[in-house]
């Protein structure tokens, strides 16, 4: 008879559409089975009007355990209901939570079931005045009645502690990449240039993200523009979409960047996207630990990026890319061009970098980390396989 004793953990999310950067953190996660002891299942709310949600089929494609709890609207008095049922249904005895919502559900479930709450804080990177104003300062409260936090980034530990969380129950690990998935093919860079129409000889400046305002892609075209004085063979590429994007296609234009930039819009295959890529420029406001700074890192794209959030904590200036304050179009594009006239200190950088996300970068390292913490929680009871 098998009597090895397992935790079953509930991951739960809410997000709309296809999500963002913690969804890749989520179901990635889960997909490493690192150790036999722990079952993971990711479980979504998902709201029924939301037709461009599209989470069930990434949790397929990569394997995962994944079931999804519908909801009416944003305040379906069922969803508590149902989620009981799944607990029940599943025997789980930690619930993980990963945004505002389900941040305030998990608290409620421990009361409901015997499980144990467990959090993530990925940061609260929206920028409506209702999430500013409400929903994360009523977070940061809820966060600090949990018995274990885990920060993806040392600013954001601070913050929880600013706000009343206990020192020993908040845990910074950074986010992880599958460094298999993310990996370059020099063989594969001419096509991808082709395809977008770069001719030889462009400088090509990457970036991707959400065309939003905490990205600062306002920054970008500024600084580029400001480069293109001194260097006509520099092109910009921006992957993403959001509310910005006629006002970046209109800065764009009028800082004399309209043959030399291209926003490209959502973008699925970014891992192909590095492949016409010479530099990955990252110019945040405010980050949590960013995926798509790991994506660059794993790919070999030399990374600039601005310090916000975690990101100074996944590059290191001067080791693995160039970090310089947010906020500054000058600092940008002066780290740009010295790296676009230092083939050796691209190529020095781009190798650590690498070196990094295949060790304790990777999502391998990062699950263990967090497989010890759920260990660790107290009254988190185990199964038997």
Known sequence: MNTTRQLRVLEL??????????????????RQQVDSDIATTVCYIRDLRDRRHDLRARAEELGVDYVEVHEANSFDPFVIKRLLAVIRRGGFSIVHAHDYKTDLFGLILARLAPVVPFATAHGWTGHSR????????????????????????????????????????????????????????????????????????????????????????????EAVASLHQRRPDVRLLIAGDGTLRRDLESRAAASGLQERCA?????????????????????????????AVLEAMAMETPVVATDAGGTAELVIDGVHGRIVPRGSADRLS?????????????????????????????????????????RGLPNARTDAM
């Open 130 to 221: 209702r999430e500013h104003a409400l929903y994360y300062p009523a977070d940061k409260r809820l966060l600090a009645r949990y018995p274990r936090v885990v920060a993806v980034s040392s600013e954001i530990r601070n913050e929880l502690l600013r706000t009343g969380s206990r020192p020993d129950a908040v845990q910074v690990v950074l986010n992880g990449i599958d460094a298999d998935r993310f990996r370059r093919v020099r063989e594969q860079e001419c096509a991808a240039r082709a395809r977008l129409g770069i001719p030889p000889g462009d400088f090509v400046v990457g970036s991707v993200g959400r065309l939003e305002p905490q990205k600062r892609f306002d920054l970008l075209i």
């Open 334 to 374: 002066g780290a740009v061009l010295e790296l676009m006239e230092s083939p050796d200190r691209r190529a020095d950088y781009v190798s650590a970098a690498r070196r990094r996300v295949e060790g304790e970068l990777s999502f391998s390292a990062r699950m263990q980390k967090i497989h010890s913490l759920y």
């Open 13 to 30: 999310r809410s997000a709309l559409g296809p999500g963002g950067g913690p969804e890749k953190t989520i179901l990635h996660g889960a």
């Open 263 to 291: 926003l490209l819009g959502h973008t699925p295959d970014v891992a192909g996207l590095h492949h016409a890529f010479d530099l990955f420029v990252q110019s945040s406001d405010y980050e949590g630990t960013p995926n």
